[in-house]
């Protein structure tokens, strides 16, 4: 995929939480052939070291850094090693999430009997601790590290925040309770958070992917030999682009909310990148 110049973006320091994952590593090595300083942060060094060094082959200056998004002494370690680096940063991806199954039911709807049934997990049988796992980890993993960059932002042109939302942001997909909640506040929290540092010129947005082959989603949405669940029928069924996205095509839309040259004057929206699901009803 040939990559356009985005010049306003080259020299600046970008951390990208959940760096190791499908989606994010792509916006890294999208902001990498701009030249930019990019921060990737995960649990899990082995997975983030591959991405920092192709962040570098590719025309950027990479960095992994160990780094748990629910954890506050986690996070803000993790910044001092960027900052030790590539000095303050201009931009932060909130990245990190998604979904577990242990947040999750077995049915789309209740019916009679499932909450006696031990081999169903229904509504009732989803501890607290689980629920608060999925929840925590989209949302309070969204606010700490906003929390510790921002600060970095503070009165600097430039400089913005991209949550990751989702379309269970808009509406809640079944089965996926904790998922479709904390998405939502993620909306929620990007709009009060662009208006609060508006006066700060710190700009915060969030990109709203549709249904994206991941590690985590592929066996939810694919069989062992690679046909669709039914699930993944129902997806296509509901998207007019008759495909799920690949992470190319999300790139232009992180491109353009990073480069305040273009986007100077977008804050507390959301765009969704979803080949139309959101606008189609299914009738």
Request: contains cysteine.
């Amino acid at each position: 995929m040939k990559m356009q110049k985005f010049d306003n973006l080259k020299g600046k320091t970008v951390v990208i939480t959940g760096g190791s994952g499908v989606l994010c590593s792509a916006f890294a090595y999208a902001y990498a052939k701009q030249g930019m300083n990019v921060a990737v942060l995960g649990r899990t060094m082995s997975k983030l070291e591959p991405v920092a060094e192709k962040i570098t082959a590719l025309g950027g200056k990479g960095l992994a850094v160990s780094c748990d998004v629910v954890d506050e002494e986690s996070v803000k370690k993790a910044k001092k090693a960027v900052n030790d680096v590539f000095g303050k940063v201009d931009i932060l991806v909130n990245g990190a999430g998604g979904n577990h199954p242990r947040g999750n039911t077995d049915k789309e709807h209740y019916e009679d009997g499932d909450m006696e049934n031990p081999n169903v997990v229904s509504f009732f049988d989803i501890p607290k601790e689980n629920f608060n796992f999925v929840f925590d980890l989209n949302l309070v993993g969204t606010i700490i590290p906003s929390q510790v960059f921002i600060p970095d932002m503070l009165g600097r042109e430039g400089t913005c925040v991209i949550n990751v939302a989702s379309m269970g942001s808009y509406h809640p997909l079944t089965k996926v309770s904790a998922y479709s909640a904390a998405k939502a506040a993620v909306v929620n929290l990007t709009e009060w958070l662009a208006v609060h540092f508006a006066p700060q010129k710190v700009r915060v947005n969030a990109i709203a992917p549709g249904w994206f082959l991941t590690t985590q989603n592929k066996t939810l949405l694919t069989n062992e030999d690679g046909s669709l669940t039914e699930r993944s029928k129902k997806v296509i069924a509901h998207t007019p682009m008759d495909r799920f996205g690949v992470p190319e095509d999300l790139l232009g839309t992180m491109l353009f909310l990073a480069d305040s040259s273009l986007s100077g004057f977008v804050t507390g929206t959301v765009i969704p990148v979803d080949g139309g699901l959101h606008a189609y009803l299914g009738v």
